[in-house]
């Protein structure tokens, strides 16, 4: 699913060709035991699910391009919910014309390669739903 070199408390990871995004980096993050950290890389994907959140509905609309992209920027935070790796990714990426579709990135098909920079913190972070927002914000 992937490969990593480590250096310090940062890993550079190659995720396999063809795998999903989300799955992959939370696989990572079980094996090293990440359990708050951040995350930024670039790629190339064939499909990609956003998830807009409405403030005022709360309700989520959840978008899929299928198509080939650039990867011109992911970048996020790993925290812990519920015993499990919590991925907060947002995703940037660009179209066959150059132009961009981006957002709050649910999954993401790899395509091409996917190489990221994962870097591991030494505090911890839970999530706990905020009913104000809809959203899960860090619980501090
Ligand atoms: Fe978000």
Do not use: W
Not at 66 to 87: A, C, F, V, W
Not at 94 to 119: F, K, M, P, Q, W
């Amino acid at each position: 699913m992937y490969k990593y070199r480590t250096s310090g408390d940062k890993f550079v990871l190659s995720l396999d060709n063809h795998v999903e995004i989300s799955a992959a980096l939370a696989a990572f993050c079980e094996q090293l035991d990440i359990r708050c950290g951040a995350v930024y890389g670039i790629g190339a994907i064939s499909e990609a699910t956003f998830r807009f959140l409405d403030p005022a509905t709360k309700g989520y609309v959840d978008k899929t391009f299928s198509e080939q992209m650039e990867i011109t920027n992911l970048t996020g935070n790993i925290s812990r919910k519920d015993g499990k790796p919590y991925l907060h990714l947002h995703l940037t990426c660009s179209r066959r014309d150059y132009t961009c579709v981006g957002g709050h990135l649910l999954t993401a098909r790899i395509n091409g390669a996917c190489e990221l920079v994962v870097e591991r913190f030494s505090c911890e972070a839970g999530r706990r739903f905020d009913p104000e927002t809809g959203l899960n914000l860090y619980d501090f």
